[in-house]
């Protein structure tokens, strides 16, 4: 997935929020999720820190986007 397509996807899914806090929220981890990985590189330690902040993003925000 190139950085346009990324960032598309985040878009599409951030318009599709009705709520201003749930879609500040997701914003937020959105840019944080990122933040240390740009630009994108196949180095392990790379690697092993966006796992983390995957993680850490998961754990903040799944919730939120389990569509029932």
């Not at 997935?1 to 878009?11: I, Q, T």
């Not at 990122?34 to 902040?53: E, G, I, Y």
């Not at 754990?59 to 389990?66: F, I, Q, T």
Request: charged share 20%; net charge negative; hydrophobic share 40%.
């Amino acid at each position: 997935m190139s950085v346009a397509e990324y960032s598309e996807l985040v878009e599409t899914l951030l318009s599709s929020q009705q709520d201003p806090v749930i879609y500040q929220r997701l914003a937020d981890a959105f840019n944080k999720l990122t933040a240390s990985s740009t630009p994108p590189t196949l180095d392990r330690k790379q690697k092993m820190a966006f796992l983390k902040s995957l993680e850490e993003f998961m754990a903040n925000v799944g919730g939120l986007l389990c569509v029932k």
